[in-house]
């Protein structure tokens, strides 16, 4: 029982005279919110856990939904142990403490009942109870645990992400029982010390089975490290979170969040094996490819598994990738298109040819001697390509390389298991416009234009469809740093197909107004200029400035030529411009000296 682990918690004294203490589900929610703010450091001087605000938030939204399983239909009995605890305490304790509970509580049940939360621990004791087992009785545990060969896995829950979250509580648990015992050590309480000598003797790791145990499943911490550890395999048991650990870096790298989402791939099969398993055979043959007979591109296999993802598994060119890794220019507008795929494999890697290679880079002035010098550098990336290839996950041919549909669920399962934002296509469809049209501004431009498309063919096409959509490229980003980008957006859809009605309506976007003019003209549609607000005109002539590639001068004659049309000169034209979208001002102009 946890009581005789952790002692001197006032778990009688608080139980004593409350018409709760027959109560099994009171006890046990009492039994582990005093033992928890006890670790936690809570004063004890009056003979309970003194309650913070600090520590309640952190025990309902952090402690209580990592190691301990709550049934159904208990989880009140939590917040209702705060607050008879909390009225213990003069001054106002119990109405701070309410407060506090009161705030946190959609986060606490959110928590509790949020699947990336559960341990294995946590999980079994759910399924165990499911199945109509005593978790009080060690000998039921036992039995029940026996039948559950083969136990499923929540929906969208991998065995990696269990594990995973296993690991966390067991470090933090331990972690919470060796400072208790050291904080007891340096200053004993006078109500006496959390845990005694013998208790520390037996090993920290004792201690936090016997605590598991009792706040989820009765011997069960013995079963899943003994008898039944298959059940709750621990690290060893994923190489493969190697190679998830070496695409999480590659995404922080390029997006700085795992919040921020990668792109969905059009289609994801299954396998013939669990992915697990073709994850555990890719993570072995990346290794490999980092011996020396695969220099100089060997070591890049995670990088090139992770952009060709990125790219929402569009192919990408081989020669156009070791020009990159050769540092050779490669026009920027050029390097996320997608690359035709033949029909039938050609054999051995051969480089395109100069047309070819002239089209893939963006550079007219290339000559045969640039393709011979790329010949080498092409084929040894083309060599690693087909070693992956073998695996079935990642496909060469020709000068196309990209990822098989069981390649991307591979490659999004390992973006998951590292909590990264990796959704699929039906997930996107069901987004808001907000959040899709947020996730598209950071996507390669193809794969932005299926997406959106696709959300809108979902819709039907229909005029609130485009509505939402285009509202959203007027507001998502609004007056940040990826404000040019998210209204870039408009340039990848097929406004020849939008109903006319939902153009119309932009016309007044203080943002996109411009852009929807523009469209209705393109089609021979009626469009009134006279609705369209000066900032979104301003926008639409600061974003038609060459400014990603081209010498400043020509920029320079752009804005002058716009300046000339516009009502009150350049100066006028700066200042909408820059009330507008300063950053984006800043960024084109800028440089040429040209700001308000």
Not at 369 to 376: I, K, M, Q
Not at 563 to 570: K, N, Q, R
Request: aromatic share 6%; proline share 8%; charged share 25%.
């Amino acid at each position: 029982m946890a009581e005789t682990v952790l002692t001197n918690t006032g778990l009688d004294s608080f139980l004593d005279g409350t018409a709760e203490c027959r109560d099994p589900v009171f006890v046990r929610a009492a039994e582990a919110v005093l033992g928890l703010l006890a670790l936690r450091g809570a004063d004890r001087g009056s003979g309970v856990p003194e309650p913070t605000p600090g520590l309640v938030r952190q025990l309902l939204v952090e402690d209580l939904p990592i190691f301990v399983y709550a049934p159904p239909g208990t989880l009140d009995a939590y917040p209702a142990v705060l607050a008879r605890l909390a009225a213990r305490f003069d001054g106002g304790r119990g109405e701070r403490i309410g407060a506090v509970v009161r705030e946190a509580a959609a986060d606490f049940e959110r928590a509790m009942t949020d699947p990336g939360n559960l341990t294995w621990h946590r999980w079994y004791a759910s399924l165990l109870r499911t199945c109509g087992a005593d978790l009080a009785d060690p000998d039921d545990v036992r039995r029940r645990l026996a039948a559950l060969d083969g136990a499923p896995l929540p929906a969208g829950v991998h065995r990696a992400d269990l594990m995973g979250r296993t690991a966390l509580a067991d470090v933090l648990l331990a972690e919470a029982l060796a400072r208790a015992y050291v904080r007891d050590a340096e200053e004993p309480p006078a109500v006496g010390p959390l845990l005694t000598d013998h208790a520390v003797a037996t090993g920290i790791g004792q201690v936090a089975a016997a605590l598991q145990d009792r706040w989820t499943a009765a011997g069960l911490a013995e079963q899943l490290s003994g008898p039944y550890a298959r059940f709750a395999p621990g690290p060893e048991a994923f190489p493969h979170l190697v190679l998830a650990d070496a695409l999480l870096d590659e995404h922080l790298d390029h997006y700085g969040d795992v919040a921020v989402p990668v792109p969905p791939p059009p289609a994801i099969e299954p396998g013939p094996v669990p992915v697990e398993e073709d994850a555990d055979t890719l993570i072995t043959l990346v290794e490999e490819l980092t011996e020396e007979e695969f220099e100089p591109y060997g070591g890049e296999a995670p990088h090139l598994l992770y952009v060709v993802y990125r790219r929402g598994c569009s192919a990408d060119s081989v020669v156009r990738k070791a020009a990159e890794y050769e540092d050779r220019a490669v026009d920027p507008a050029l390097e996320d298109l997608p690359v035709p795929v033949p029909a039938e494999a050609a054999g051995p890697y051969i480089v395109p040819p100069l047309p070819e290679l002239v089209r893939l880079l963006g550079s007219a002035g290339l000559t045969e001697a640039d393709r011979a010098a790329l010949e080498g550098p092409a084929r040894e990336l083309a060599a690693v390509l087909d070693r992956l290839a073998a695996t079935g996950l990642v496909f060469r041919t020709g000068d196309a390389f990209g990822l098989t549909p069981r390649g991307a669920g591979v490659v999004r399962y390992l973006l998951g298991v590292r909590g990264i934002a990796a959704p699929d296509a039906e997930e996107v469809r069901s987004w808001a416009a907000a959040d899709v049209v947020a996730g598209a501004a950071g996507w390669p431009g193809c794969v932005a234009a299926r997406v959106l498309a696709d959300r809108l063919h979902a819709r039907g096409d229909t005029v609130e469809a485009w509505s939402e959509l285009l509202a959203a490229l007027g507001t998502v980003h609004a007056g940040g740093s990826d404000a040019a980008a998210t209204r870039g957006l408009f340039a990848v859809l097929d406004t020849a197909s939008a109903p006319p009605e939902a153009l119309r309506a932009a016309l007044r976007d203080p943002v996109i107004g411009a852009y929807a003019h523009q469209a209705l003209q393109a089609r021979g549609e009626p469009s009134d200029l006279i609705q369209v607000r000066t900032s979104a005109r301003a926008l639409f002539v600061l974003d038609a400035l060459p400014a990603k590639k081209g010498p400043l001068e020509s920029r320079r004659t752009a804005f002058d030529t716009a300046a000339a049309a516009w009502p009150g000169g350049s100066a006028a034209l700066l200042t909408a411009m820059a009330a507008a979208d300063r950053h984006e001002t800043e960024r084109v102009l800028g440089p040429l000296g040209l700001m308000p």
